[in-house]
């Protein structure tokens, strides 16, 4: 089985400085990758994910991840951070030939500062 | 991005009461819906996998006879809590996949149940 680790639950950070949220995961076969965003009362949305090809993929609002396959890891990151970026993310993997089931992490909170 | 409606969007009910939550996918075919189950603080666990025309299929754990999932069409799939109890309140979050969209399920906004 596989799992999903986010190490930190809430990233405090002040606007327009860069965010690194983290990601690592567990399986023993081959996985797609995906960040999801879930803006207050509102349903998740993807960010970005990566299925095969180039490791580092990105978002249409300045986010980029990084496929680390012998760190198993795919952090979230972006250069300069919004007031509007402020909302949960969760990092989410699946397994090739496993039915496109998604396991999730428990989420980080970004809150952006002034 | 293709658009998945949940409703209601939080409802409250007493003890012993069913609720049926529908999600519908509004502008594509969902071959193959999810549900999720959310508590605070914690991540979305994945209750059952609901195939259109097909029995679901549930994860371990999850009890089928008081989660009744039941997708029948493509753009519509219903889950009843039966019986509901205190501990079934959750956020229940559904999420719809057409198989077109690079392997990508696009999710309802959830429904928030209370029970009494």
């Known amino acids: 089985a596989q799992s999903v680790t986010q190490l930190d639950s809430q990233v405090p950070v002040f606007e327009e400085a860069p965010v690194e949220l983290r990601c690592n995961y567990s399986s023993s076969v081959s996985v797609y990758l995906f960040w999801y965003v879930q803006y207050p009362n509102q349903g998740l949305q993807l960010l970005l994910k990566y299925l095969s090809g180039s490791t580092l993929v990105e978002s249409i609002n300045g986010f980029e991840a990084e496929f680390n396959k012998s760190q198993t890891s795919f952090h979230l990151r972006k250069p300069s951070v919004h007031i509007s970026d402020t909302a949960e993310y969760f990092c989410?993997?699946?397994?090739?030939?496993?039915?496109?089931?998604?396991?999730f992490g428990t989420g980080t909170q970004l809150k952006v500062e002034l | 991005g293709a658009v998945v409606s949940q409703h209601p969007s939080r409802v409250i009910c007493k003890s012993g009461t069913s609720v049926k939550i529908e999600c519908r996918s509004l502008?594509?075919?969902?071959?193959?819906m999810f549900w999720y189950r959310q508590f605070p603080k914690q991540s979305l666990m994945l209750m059952a996998t609901?195939?259109?025309?097909?029995?679901?299929?549930?994860e371990q754990g999850v009890e089928k006879d008081k989660f009744l999932i039941n997708h029948a069409s493509l753009t519509l799939s219903t889950l009843t809590v039966t019986s509901a109890h205190p501990e079934d309140s959750s956020f229940y979050i559904c999420?719809?996949?057409?198989?077109?969209?690079?392997?990508?399920?696009?999710f309802g906004p959830g429904t928030r149940l209370t029970v009494l």
């Open positions: 502008d594509f075919q969902a071959t193959t």
């Open positions: 989410a993997v699946s397994v090739t030939g496993g039915g496109n089931k998604l396991t």
């Open positions: 609901s195939n259109e025309g097909s029995k679901a299929t549930y």
């Open positions: 999420s719809a996949y057409s198989g077109l969209a690079g392997n990508e399920q696009f």
